[in-house]
């Protein structure tokens, strides 16, 4: 048997704090993202404002981990927040729906043009396919 060396783990010095890459923070060019980079905002603080203000007003809302993936989607304009969801944005911007983006028109996308591309998506594939095959 040998005998084993145990270090102590206090004489291993802790990694260096990292700061971000940019320090700046980034969003789409939406009106929510501008809304929330105007204040300094991250996507977190901004779930957190969600939370406590729906919890002062006695609101029920999702969960944290939910919130920020809706906040992203919002910001991304893949969905739109339901009328509770636009209270609680404009109330923490404050600012008014028109300004955070929601008066606008949403693109609607008919049925046969999603199908049109989804037809055109796997043709290119089926191509590419086969001149990997080939």
Same mark, same amino acid.
């Not at 043009?113 to 796997?122: G, K, N, P």
């Given at each position: 048997m040998t005998a084993s060396v145990v270090v102590p783990l206090t004489n291993v =010095?802790? =990694? /260096?704090? +990292? =700061? =971000?890459? &940019?320090? @700046?923070?980034?969003? /789409?060019? *939406? /009106?929510? %993202?501008?809304?929330?980079?105007?204040? %300094?905002? &991250?996507q977190h603080k901004v779930v957190r404002a969600l939370i406590l203000t729906a919890d002062h007003w006695g609101w029920e809302i999702a969960t944290e981990s939910s919130l920020k993936v809706f906040v992203s989607r919002w910001e991304n304009e893949t969905h739109?927040?339901?009328? *509770?969801? +636009? @209270?609680?944005?404009?109330?923490?911007f404050r600012a008014t729906p028109d300004e955070l983006g929601f008066t606008r028109p949403v693109p609607v996308v008919s049925l046969s +043009?999603?199908? *049109?591309?989804?037809? &055109?998506? @796997?043709r290119d594939l089926s191509e590419q396919l086969g001149q990997v095959a080939a």
């Open positions: =010095p802790a =990694p /260096p704090v +990292q =700061p =971000p890459a &940019s320090g @700046v923070l980034r969003a /789409p060019e *939406t /009106p929510l %993202g501008k809304a929330r980079v105007a204040r %300094g905002w &991250s739109r927040p339901g009328a *509770t969801y +636009q @209270v609680l944005l404009c109330a923490i +043009q999603r199908v *049109t591309a989804l037809e &055109s998506l @796997v």
